[in-house]
């Protein structure tokens, strides 16, 4: 079973800040990874999709990157704002037909 | 706007008492999913549906029932047999094909009282 692994669990930057959160997966066959963002008490709203034969996604201050050979994957997210606080999960689609979900990382970024 | 609707956001059981999670998309997706969060836990997958009147158990379903009648709609019955009901539910849905990724309802918080 594929096992998803996000570290660190809770990551506190100040306002500005480059940041880099990380996911690591143990089988290598994915379909796709996609990273999403939660809010308290909120659903899940996705940021970044990466499909198996793509290297990284961007959108806007966030680029996503995919290492498949060594079960990696990053989220990049440039010059941090108050806002970006929230928790990141990052989920990975081994099979075609459903995703596996890390636990997140908290991000809280100091005004 | 095309999107996934969960209702209600938030809902109380009696133990002993089972309960109906609705979930409603108008994405015209194939696949709809429930999911259980639990703090400090990841995502739990409890039940899928890739197409109308089938669906698959996932990796926690015992306790859970549901049914895929219509495909805008997958409701998730939590029944007396689920020993600890009280988490966040949430719905996703996708398109059926191996490249796409999920969509997210805005959850259901249910307690049990």
């Known amino acids: 079973k594929q096992e998803v692994t996000q570290i660190p669990a809770a990551l506190s930057v100040p306002e500005g800040e480059n940041l880099v959160l990380n996911c690591s997966f143990t089988?290598?066959?994915?379909?796709?990874l996609q990273w999403f963002r939660q809010d308290p008490g909120k659903g899940l709203t996705s940021l970044l999709l990466?499909?198996?034969?793509?290297r990284e996604q961007t959108s806007g201050r966030l680029n996503a990157s995919l290492d498949k050979s060594s079960g990696r994957s990053t989220l990049y997210i440039a010059a941090s704002q108050p806002g970006d606080s929230a928790t990141y999960l990052c989920?990975?689609?081994?099979?075609?037909?459903?995703?596996?979900f890390g636990t997140g990382t908290s991000l809280t970024v100091i005004p | 706007d095309g999107g996934i609707t969960q209702s209600p956001k938030y809902l109380f059981r009696k133990e002993g008492q089972n309960v109906t999670l609705s979930c409603e998309q108008n994405?015209?997706?194939?696949?709809m999913y429930w999911y259980r969060q639990d703090p400090g836990q990841g995502l739990r997958l409890i039940y899928y549906?890739?197409?109308?009147?089938?669906?698959q158990k996932g990796d926690i379903a015992e306790g859970y029932s549901v049914s895929r009648e219509k495909k805008e709609s997958f409701p998730l019955t939590v029944t007396s047999a689920q020993k600890n009901p009280t988490a966040f539910y949430l719905c996703?849905?996708?398109?059926?094909?191996?490249?796409?990724?999920?969509?997210f309802g805005s959850g259901t918080r249910l307690t049990v009282v």
């Open positions: 996703a849905s996708r398109l059926r094909g191996q490249t796409y990724g999920y969509t």
């Open positions: 089988d290598s066959a994915i379909y796709n």
């Open positions: 990466i499909q198996s034969s793509q």
């Open positions: 989920a990975v689609n081994p099979t075609g037909n459903q995703f596996y």
């Open positions: 994405l015209n997706h194939d696949a």
């Open positions: 549906s890739q197409i109308v009147n089938d669906f």
